[in-house]
């Protein structure tokens, strides 16, 4: 048995996918149980309820799930529902598609008895004011290995120099960006999700690649399971995670499958030094593996050897399963 999950803010819903495998529960609902744990979670501004807004000050949010069999659901740019992920999942087992969007995807949710709320929080509107109140406006990027451990850091520029936005107003656990969740259960199945508000500020209307199936998630129970996280731009263009697996599928180890999956990305003309990508993958024999573009990209790791922990890749650091 095997869970990973990207970024800090993966700790406990890590710990709640591998608690329901090993109580011989599927991947596929283990890795929705935990994605909805971040969802419901406030402080984790960006994803579900509490994520950052868009340049509207509208929460917007994008999920996707896949299991062994290749099934598949989506949903992007959806108001009003904190828990895309069931909803994506939802998708994928009553209706003849793979992904609904915005109004869309709203109706069906309602249809399928789910209820809205307010996802704007305290926190998240009074982050969306300080944004709006600075003219070269606010800027969140993923942190660097020799920085802190926030997981996001807000930046501006004043006066010619860059600054850093205190925080310590705000009520938020120092995370950013999609969780991502990969399980392998009891019985060899392999699974994943993704879920997400995207971009903090984004344009009205942006998707990135979180719903995206082969782009942020694409599972081959035969092969392999893949998610990615970062900037969702790099990650579509490159369709990370479907290049990861069917690398393996033709037989590549998993080490060369991530290097080849980095390269394609930092050969991406749009890369800056401000941008990060972080990937997970589980081969179907349960070896694993993790890397990014540079330091500063945590994922959490819990096994049938190894407790629910906290890693970290430190840019061209691979840590493939012996």
């Known amino acids: 048995m095997l869970a990973l999950s990207t970024w800090k803010h993966g700790f406990k819903p890590n710990q709640v996918v591998f608690d329901s495998i090993s109580s011989g529960g599927s991947a ?47 949903v992007s740019f959806v108001q009003g529902y904190s828990h895309p992920i069931s909803i994506a999942r939802r998708v994928m087992e009553v209706s003849p598609h793979v992904m609904l969007t915005g109004a869309g995807a709203e109706r069906f949710a309602h249809e399928q008895g789910f209820m809205t709320e307010e996802l704007l929080t305290d926190a998240s509107r009074a ?28 930046e501006y520029e004043e006066d010619g120099i860059k600054k850093e936005l205190d925080r310590t107003a705000l009520s938020t656990n ?48 035969n092969t392999a399971a893949a998610v990615a996280t970062g900037n969702g731009e790099l990650v579509m263009r490159a369709c990370s995670s479907y290049h990861i697996v069917e690398q393996i599928r033709n037989g590549v180890e998993i080490t060369q499958t991530l290097q080849n999956a980095l390269d394609r ?35 959490v790791v ?20 012996q």
């Open 302 to 321: 819990a096994s049938d050897t190894m407790s629910n922990t906290l890693h970290q890749c430190n840019g061209f650091d691979f840590h493939p399963a």
């Open 127 to 154: 982050l969306y004011e300080k944004w709006k109140a600075r003219p070269s406006g606010l800027k969140v990027r993923l942190r660097h290995s020799e920085e802190s451990e926030n997981e996001y850091v807000f």
């Open 28 to 74: 596929l609902d283990a890795v929705e149980a935990g994605a909805r744990v971040c969802e419901a979670d406030e402080t984790c501004m960006s994803v579900g309820k509490g994520g950052i807004p868009d340049e509207l000050g509208l929460v917007t949010l994008d999920a996707s799930i896949m299991d062994h069999n290749g099934n598949c659901g989506a």
């Open 174 to 221: 120092g995370s950013h960006d999609t969780i991502g969740l990969l399980a392998r259960d009891k019985n060899g199945l392999l699974a994943g999700a993704c879920t997400t508000s995207g971009l903090a500020f984004k344009q009205h209307g942006r998707v990135g690649d979180s719903p995206i199936i082969g782009a942020g998630l694409y599972v081959d129970g």
């Open 265 to 299: 990305i930092n050969n991406d003309k749009h890369l800056t030094d401000d941008m990060q990508i972080g990937l997970l993958v589980i081969r179907a024999d349960g070896k694993w593996g993790a890397a990014s573009i540079r330091g500063g990209f945590q994922f």
